[in-house]
């Protein structure tokens, strides 16, 4: 099967602690990117890669931290974790720059 | 990306067509209409896009106004699987790539 995989689909936990979401594409498409929607659905970009290299970067907190090993996986770390934190995370990708992207399905993190 | 204005939901019946309209008053010329779809608990998926001409595909036809100061995306004969919120957005293409949503358009559709 060909899609935007993410790990894992719901995590909750404490102010303070380290999170690590995962995400694999296996379309062979060369851009990856990390989302963030928040309880209003609004989507907003926080990083995208174009061959394992970083090409966007949004102003997000330092905390956030992207890694790619290659350029089907686009890891997104959150060092100490907030409660305005609490959100979806959607990672995409997409043939190329400016293509049309296709999300996972998401990894619906909570912060208590 | 400039701004775009959607009504905040729209209903329908199982094999119907449906209009969803999109205003972009302040579209500029390099700027292409893209629709994306979301249903709940899962990530947004592509529907269509244009920049001048009216397209198609397997999902939907999408008209865009000569000025292309609006846009709607006809869904022929919807079924229930295409109940979700539509979004309506302006992207450069190329220029990071990136998308940013608003609430978009909530479509139900009732059997």
């Known amino acids: 099967e060909t899609a935007v995989f993410q790990t894992p689909n719901y995590h909750v936990t404490q102010v303070g602690n380290e999170v690590s979401f995962n995400c694999k594409q296996t379309?062979?498409?060369?851009?990856m990117y990390w989302y963030k929607q928040d309880s209003k659905k609004l989507l907003k970009i926080m990083f995208s890669?174009?061959?394992?290299?970083?090409?966007v970067n949004e102003t997000v907190p330092r905390r956030f931290s992207p890694q790619s090993s290659d350029k089907a996986h686009l890891n997104l770390r959150i060092k100490s974790v907030e409660p305005e934190d609490s959100a979806v995370y959607l990672c995409?990708?997409?043939?190329?720059?400016?293509?049309?992207?296709?999300f996972g399905p998401g990894t619906r993190l909570t912060v208590l | 990306d400039a701004k775009t204005t959607q009504p905040d939901s729209m209903e329908s019946t199982e094999g119907e067509t449906v209009h969803l309209p999109c205003s972009h008053a302040t579209i500029s010329g390099n700027e292409y209409i893209y629709w994306y779809r979301q249903v709940p608990l899962q990530g947004p998926e592509y529907v269509t896009h244009?920049?001048?001409q009216n397209t198609t595909n397997s999902m939907a036809f999408l008209a865009i106004a000569s000025d292309r100061k609006s846009s709607t995306l006809i869904l022929p004969h919807v079924s229930l699987r295409d109940a979700a919120v539509y979004h309506c957005?302006?992207?450069?293409?190329?220029?990071?790539?990136?998308?940013?949503f608003g609430k978009g358009a909530k479509l139900t559709v009732s059997p």
């Open positions: 995409a990708s997409s043939l190329r720059q400016g293509a049309e992207q296709f």
């Open positions: 244009g920049l001048q």
């Open positions: 379309l062979g498409h060369d851009t």
């Open positions: 890669y174009n061959n394992k290299q970083l090409i």
């Open positions: 957005i302006l992207r450069v293409q190329g220029t990071g790539s990136k998308l940013s």
